[in-house]
């Protein structure tokens, strides 16, 4: 069993930064497809960017892309996700995921994850 918690969100201004922490027990990271979603209020979950088990190269949603960045830290058991340049539209809860046995093509698909954090709302003004 997986838990997940994650943190770092909070009422930021557009064009803040802000990085989110997904922090992992039950279960080493490492050899864990991690990923974060999203879902604003009255909108259906989204994708945001993932790192696969066995991959260093994260995948981003064009939405996040050039301005995100996603790593993680095995020896913290921990992902992490930065956005820059925050927009209104950015607002919502994160979610961080965890799946160890997803495939590649599925890695933007959340029904395919089995573990999920309760989230943390990021909300951005303008």
């Known amino acids: 069993q997986v838990q997940l918690v994650e943190s770092g969100g909070g009422l930021v201004q557009a064009g803040d930064s802000l990085t989110l922490s997904c922090a992992a027990t039950?279960?080493?990271?490492?050899?864990?497809?991690m990923a974060w979603f999203r879902q604003a209020p009255g909108m259906e979950r989204e994708f945001v960017a993932a790192?696969?088990?066995?991959?260093?190269?994260?995948y981003y949603a064009t939405a996040v892309k050039g301005r995100s960045t996603m790593s993680r830290d095995n020896a913290k058991n921990t992902v992490y996700l930065q956005i820059a340049s925050l927009k209104p539209e950015d607002t919502a809860v994160y979610y961080c995921?965890?799946?160890?046995?997803?495939?590649?093509?599925?890695?933007?698909?959340?029904?395919?994850?089995?573990?999920w954090g309760r989230g943390t709302q990021v909300t951005v003004s303008s």
């Open positions: 995921a965890a799946d160890s046995s997803i495939i590649l093509s599925s890695l933007r698909l959340g029904d395919h994850y089995d573990y």
């Open positions: 039950g279960r080493t990271i490492s050899g864990t497809t």
């Open positions: 790192l696969f088990r066995s991959g260093y190269r994260p």
